[in-house]
């Protein structure tokens, strides 16, 4: 495999877009990934789109069609939440298998206000378990998650509610956040519950967004900057036999597989981050991501938010761009969206919410059923 | 035109690893599922290989007992319309070796509470719906056991 860098990057604020359609959300991130890299779209040998509710609509080929078709391969990818980390990864081994030198990874996703709860419908509702069988439904799911943490550990409510305390703090500083709104601790714990142990503000909106970024070999990206961000590991994972799954979904297991391949082919360990994006879907997910990408020991990632040292300024600052929670999740975008998060602080262009020195950072997102995706990256 | 025959109402499982007896309910409902004879690993179900391991031949059924307790929950006050909430949805380990997602009755959806876990429960099952074509619909929940 060759060396890959990412040269552009781009994505819209996150937010609410009923007037435009999915089409002109990722052609817009695409014109402006396109622009940041000073390059134009005959400059792309291939484009992988990720997009989830509308999967089987040739996405890609009608963003080629708005922003220039020039009849490259396109790959339209479907992978649960990684889906446009997904896409990323195709664009990163079509270039670093030498097969093309330049490739375009785009993520969008247009979700209005269907949200988690939309999912399902079709076939006869006698036959639905929600309600009568326990719970499917992703807040109940990550619910689950967080209350065998605090069975394990003891980890409670309060240090759980204390994560969207952080990531809503850090979300005011980000001008692409769907939400830019401090939530005091108290607001946290006295919002409606949504499913124990996850409140509203525990919980990430629904939205529309897209984001994209451009991928090329070491020789291309020396013609379009002098700042390349290197990625130093692009790992995909499912996840392995595990006796409660999928019963109860075992969103751990499948991100400490990545991560320990991550660190390895990166050559690096948790403790060489200067960053991290990871996938904060509902505030008990960022509680046990602490763990599976070893940010901290067993047990220790109650203790780790107590001490704040995930806020930026602290030992390993964990979702600076607000993270799901603040930032928003349109689906598919989400995944390059963590990615250009990173490179703008690897660039020292993130404004007020830079983590000063960046040099290394970590993109995390997990599909339940289950995708992990973990990019790393360098400058 | 008339009505020639009424079709027999059937009484049929929400999922399928819940088995109903011709003679329901006289007889109980059941969970089943198989068992790989290479590995030991359960599931719910029907299947056509080991999950753990890929075995394909050597799968055998297995009937589950309805005993057993909670491993975790959660408490779902915002579901899908139509519903009744706060419901608690728990995973149930099945001192046979399985894990059910269920719902579980007697205890205060208001105070989640970690006296909660491993909580000894015991199945019940019931009509909880009828389909488009008229069948009852059974499905098993779990009650606190005293
Ligand atoms: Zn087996």
Redesign the pocket.
Same mark, same amino acid.
């Given at each position: 495999m060759r060396d890959v860098a990412v040269v552009g990057v781009n994505m819209i604020k996150f937010g609410r877009y009923p007037e435009k359609d999915v089409v002109e959300l990722a052609s817009e991130a695409s014109i402006a990934a396109l622009k940041d890299a000073g390059c134009s779209i005959k400059d792309i040998e291939l484009v992988a789109s990720g997009n989830l509710y509308q999967s089987n609509a040739m996405i890609g080929q009608r963003v080629m069609k708005e922003i220039g078709a020039t009849g490259i391969p396109v790959i339209n990818v479907a992978n649960a939440c990684a889906t446009g980390s997904t896409a990323f990864r195709e664009a990163y081994y079509s270039v670093a298998s030498g097969a093309y030198d330049t490739a375009m990874a785009v993520g969008s996703e247009q979700m209005g206000k269907m949200g988690l709860l939309g999912a399902g419908g079709g076939g006869d509702r006698a036959y639905s378990t929600e309600g009568i069988m326990g719970t499917g439904l992703m807040p109940g799911v990550f619910g689950q998650a967080g209350v065998e943490h605090m069975r394990k550990y003891g980890t409670t409510q309060e240090q759980i509610a204390k994560i969207a305390v952080k990531n809503h703090e850090h979300g005011v500083l980000n001008p692409h956040a769907q939400y830019r709104k401090e939530t005091p601790l108290e607001d946290v714990l006295n919002a409606r519950v949504i499913a124990w142990p996850n409140t509203l503000y525990m919980c990430c909106p629904t939205g529309d967004g897209a984001a994209a970024a451009i991928l090329m070999s070491a020789e291309k990206a020396k013609k379009y900057t002098t700042k390349p961000v290197w990625v130093a590991a692009s790992i995909l994972t499912s996840d392995p036999y595990q006796e409660r799954n999928p019963t109860m979904f075992d969103i751990n297991t499948v991100t400490r597989n990545a991560a320990k391949q991550a660190y390895e082919t990166a050559g690096i360990g948790p403790e060489d981050l200067d960053m991290v994006e990871l996938h904060d879907c509902f505030a008990t997910a960022e509680l046990l991501h602490y763990e599976n990408l070893f940010l901290c020991g067993e047990g220790e990632a109650g203790k780790l938010i107590d001490d704040k040292e995930t806020y930026n300024g602290g030992k390993i600052p964990v979702n600076v761009s607000g993270g799901l929670l603040s930032k928003g999740h349109p689906l598919g975008a989400t995944g390059v969206a963590n990615i250009t998060e990173i490179v703008w602080h690897l660039r020292e262009e993130a404004g007020d919410r830079q983590v000063k020195g960046a040099k290394t950072g970590l993109a995390h997102v997990i599909g339940l059923g289950s995708a992990c995706t973990i990019n790393v990256l360098k400058r | 035109m008339a009505q020639e025959t009424a079709t027999e109402k059937k009484t049929n499982p929400i999922v399928k690893f819940l088995r109903i007896p011709e003679n329901y309910p006289d007889e109980a409902a059941y969970f089943w599922g198989m068992q =790989? @004879? +290479? %590995?030991? +690993?359960k599931f719910l179900g029907a299947r056509l290989a =080991? @999950? /753990? %391991? @890929?075995?394909t031949d /050597?799968l055998s059924e297995v009937k589950y007992g309805g005993d057993g307790e909670i491993y975790v929950f959660s408490v779902v006050h915002q579901t899908v319309p139509g519903l009744e909430a706060p419901y608690v949805g728990a995973i149930i380990d099945l001192d046979d070796g399985v894990s059910i997602r269920a719902n579980v009755y007697g205890l205060d959806p208001e105070k989640p509470d970690s006296s909660w876990f491993g909580k000894r429960v015991k199945m019940f099952t019931e009509v909880t719906a009828q389909d488009r074509d008229g069948n009852d619909v059974v499905a098993a929940k779990f009650k606190v056991q005293e």
């Open positions: - | =790989c @004879g +290479a %590995c030991d +690993a =080991c @999950g /753990k %391991c @890929g075995e /050597k």
